[in-house]
């Protein structure tokens, strides 16, 4: 099964039905904090993080570089924005 860690605030990101996510066997994990998503990463181990740079008082930089540090290989990070 593949895990998605992601913010509430990218919930339009995903504007596919989550039900057709979970049909493709794909577990999402909502973080609904900024402080969360590091604690849920360690817990979750997610194949993929999406990160929000844009969001208020949010380092997605430095929480990206604490994500790999904590997981290590086979975590994909991506940062999106509009």
């Known amino acids: 099964m593949t895990t998605i860690l992601l913010g ?3 919930s339009t990101f995903l504007e ?3 039900s ?3 049909r493709s066997d794909v577990r999402l994990v ?3 904090s900024v402080e969360a998503f590091v604690p849920l990463a360690r817990e979750h ?6 990160l929000d740079p844009q969001v208020s008082g949010f380092d997605a930089f430095a929480c990206a570089r604490e ?3 904590a997981i290590g290989e086979g ?3 991506l940062l999106i924005g509009n």
């Open 8 to 10: 509430k605030e990218c």
């Open 16 to 18: 596919t039905d989550e």
């Open 20 to 22: 057709v996510l979970q």
């Open 30 to 32: 909502w973080a609904e």
């Open 45 to 50: 181990r997610p194949d993929l993080c999406v």
């Open 67 to 69: 994500i790999l540090a």
């Open 75 to 77: 975590v994909a990070v």
